[in-house]
């Protein structure tokens, strides 16, 4: 029987998300220790093209169902590949927490499509999968920036700026991010309409916000690039001060970045659209565990350990 399957991981934002949807500089980098996987099966003749997600009790025909993103994105990679549908089962898995902030919509989609192009027996270059997810990202998020897709179609770090094509860049050392979940589901379209609503109110001062976390964005780069991972904390911090300002934050993530400094993290900020979803916390080696320990006193409903090379 023929098959097919590929992986996508998550991501994680590490500086100038909202910022970047106003087209100022972020960076973002996968997240390898969580995925969504999708396997295609070829099935009996006449069966049409069947989506089998059953962790999100999501079943559906792409032929009766043509305007659901999953139905989207295999149509999109159908015509890419000029083919009519086959007749095969698409089962998708993920292991990435939904509406936290790492990416697990861009992720699934990434692995439909990967998976259904080398099914069709043409397998996509980074960008072209990248750009057929970003057309899948607007119907979840309205106006994505675009970075959910592309640091989880190239898997690698990037920095990102809207509209340009993606840098990717390599830490000089690995670094130690320790991913603490709120447990408050956090749609990320609402923060990004909410954002754009105070932007319309006061557009002065949101992009004096959006210029100064660009400006984070740029100089952490350097920092990673260089090592220097205390001044990268110190960037974060500053990082979330700019997101609170943007009413993008919540008691929740407050109280477990509060929680990560106290325990001796180097900085720590919400990560993604905010409101609710994950914080990181950058920490050295030795802290890890008891850094762990402090998010989940505060209240985090999983914590996890990630490190970034
Ligand atoms: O919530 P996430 O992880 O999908 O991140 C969204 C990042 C934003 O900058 C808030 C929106 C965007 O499209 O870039």
Not at 58 to 82: D, M
Not at 134 to 150: A, C, M, Q, R, Y
Not at 210 to 232: C, H, K, N, V, Y
Request: glycine share 8%.
């Amino acid at each position: 029987m023929k098959t097919a399957t590929a992986t996508a991981p998550g991501k994680i934002i590490l500086f100038g998300e909202h910022a970047v949807v106003y087209g100022r500089p972020a960076l973002a980098v996968p997240l390898h220790d969580v995925c969504a996987k999708a396997t295609v099966s070829e099935k009996m003749p006449g069966s049409g093209l069947i989506i089998d997600a059953p962790d999100i009790g999501v079943r559906l025909s792409a032929e009766t169902a043509p305007t659901h993103p999953l139905a989207v994105t295999a149509r999109l990679v159908l015509e890419h590949n000029s083919c009519q549908p086959p007749d095969a089962l698409i089962r998708i898995e993920s292991t990435i927490p939904i509406a936290a902030g790492l990416g697990s919509g861009a992720a699934v989609t990434a692995a439909v499509a990967g998976a259904l192009s080398k099914y069709l027996g043409n397998a996509l270059d980074s960008a072209t999968l990248s750009d057929i997810v970003f057309e899948v990202e607007k119907l979840h998020h309205g106006t994505p920036s675009g970075i959910d897709n592309t640091v989880i179609c190239f898997a690698r770090p990037v920095y990102f700026v809207k509209s340009m094509p993606p840098e990717t860049f390599k830490a000089a050392m690995p670094f130690h991010l320790i991913v603490g979940d709120t447990g408050v589901a956090s749609p990320t379209k609402l923060a990004v309409a909410s954002v754009r609503e105070g932007w319309e109110r006061d557009r002065l001062t949101y992009e004096r916000l959006f210029s100064a976390i660009g400006e984070i964005a740029a100089s952490a780069r350097q920092a990673i690039t260089s090592g220097d991972i205390d001044r990268l904390g110190e960037m974060m911090t500053a990082n979330q001060a700019l997101l609170r300002q943007l009413d993008v934050s919540s008691p929740e993530l407050e109280r477990l970045i509060e929680a990560a400094r106290t325990a001796g993290a180097v900085g720590a900020k919400l990560s993604g659209g905010g409101r609710g979803g994950n914080m990181i916390a950058l920490v050295h080696h030795e802290d890890t565990d008891h850094v762990e320990t402090a998010l989940k006193q505060a209240g985090a409903v999983r914590v996890f350990h990630s490190t970034i090379q």
